[in-house]
């Protein structure tokens, strides 16, 4: 395994078990009849990998889908089991996995990423700015940055290879790449999910603004793989800081976005280094996003 100088696990090594990818923060490796998703500490922002992470970042992410998994229990999802003790060939590598990774269904991953929108912000608002659309959906006159939507969005887009850009597409272009079936299974979805989890994030302080789904085919079914409503695929506001007008504070990976904005760089690889207090204010802000959604700590 190997972890940077503040201890943050930036690329995983297991003798024996077959390597099939390594994401921009996921390891995922063939157990036979499964997967094993890791969750490292790296961190993208921009679609680039930063050279160094934030400590146990892969382990706020791998707990709080585990804890969203078991809160809508009624969703499919590709989960088997969180808990490494249960493979042989994991026994000298429990230690680093256990917290951060899961055992999953071997899905067949649709090509789509699954965004909604329940706030306009980021690249919907800059869209917005400039077309009065939002991912070819036509808005209202009026809207203010970081403003709550009438009605959340899906807002599809392409799922790009590491180093490249996502693309925003038309639910239309959805239907060319998966028919309209199984297109408008995963919108329903998408919206069914965020909208639940909009309602319970309310409850407890937090505005879930925005939020990426992805999903798979196992047995004939769709079901949903990968991480879910983590900081890392989502942006999370503290209720009580909210303001329209404005980029909210935000409990996820924004702050180091707004960081990487003050600097000049062209957003292409390599990443810049993290400075040391960037790495603990954002570890911080991950951990009480994870605190505030599930009244737990690490």
């Known amino acids: 395994m190997n972890y940077d100088s503040n201890g943050a696990l930036i690329q995983s090594e297991i003798d024996g078990v077959k390597l099939l990818n390594r994401g921009k923060v996921r390891d995922i490796y063939d157990l036979g009849d499964s997967l094993l998703f890791i969750a490292s500490d790296r961190l993208s922002a921009f679609d680039v990998?930063?050279?160094?992470?934030?400590?146990?970042?892969?382990?706020?992410?791998?707990?709080?889908?585990?804890?969203?998994?078991?809160?809508?229990?009624?969703?499919?999802?590709?989960?088997?089991?969180?808990?490494?003790?249960?493979?042989?060939?994991?026994?000298?590598?429990?230690?680093?996995?256990?917290?951060?990774?899961?055992?999953?269904?071997?899905?067949?991953?649709?090509?789509?990423?699954?965004?909604?929108?329940?706030?306009?912000?980021?690249?919907?608002?800059?869209?917005?700015?400039?077309?009065?659309?939002?991912?070819?959906?036509?808005?209202?006159?009026?809207?203010?940055?970081?403003?709550?939507?009438?009605?959340?969005?899906?807002?599809?887009?392409?799922?790009?290879?590491?180093g490249l850009h996502d693309e925003a597409?038309?639910?239309?272009?959805?239907?060319?790449?998966?028919?309209?079936?199984?297109?408008?299974?995963?919108?329903?979805?998408?919206?069914?999910?965020?909208?639940?989890?909009?309602?319970?994030?309310?409850?407890?302080?937090?505005?879930?603004?925005d939020t990426k789904f992805e999903f798979g085919e196992y047995n004939g079914e769709i079901i949903l793989i990968d991480e879910v409503l983590t900081p890392d695929s989502s942006r999370f506001w503290p209720a009580d800081q909210y303001e329209v007008g404005c980029s909210p504070v935000s409990l996820d990976k924004q702050f180091v976005r707004d960081w990487l904005e003050t600097l000049d760089w062209g957003k292409t690889p390599p990443g810049p280094e993290l400075p040391k207090d960037i790495v603990e204010k954002t570890a911080a802000k991950y951990q009480e996003a994870y605190k505030i959604l599930t009244d737990k700590s690490l």
């Open 49 to 162: 990998v930063m050279p160094n992470g934030i400590p146990d970042k892969g382990k706020v992410l791998t707990q709080v889908s585990l804890f969203w998994f078991e809160l809508m229990n009624w969703l499919p999802n590709h989960l088997i089991s969180s808990d490494m003790s249960t493979r042989p060939e994991l026994a000298n590598y429990v230690d680093d996995l256990q917290g951060r990774a899961m055992i999953v269904k071997k899905a067949k991953p649709l090509p789509v990423e699954c965004i909604v929108r329940g706030y306009l912000v980021g690249s919907g608002w800059k869209d917005y700015q400039k077309t009065g659309e939002v991912s070819g959906i036509k808005l209202r006159d009026g809207y203010r940055q970081a403003e709550k939507l009438d009605e959340p969005l899906f807002t599809p887009s392409t799922k790009a290879e590491q």
């Open 169 to 209: 597409i038309s639910f239309d272009k959805v239907v060319e790449l998966i028919g309209q079936e199984k297109a408008d299974r995963i919108k329903e979805l998408s919206l069914k999910i965020y909208s639940e989890a909009r309602d319970y994030a309310e409850k407890k302080g937090i505005i879930l603004a």
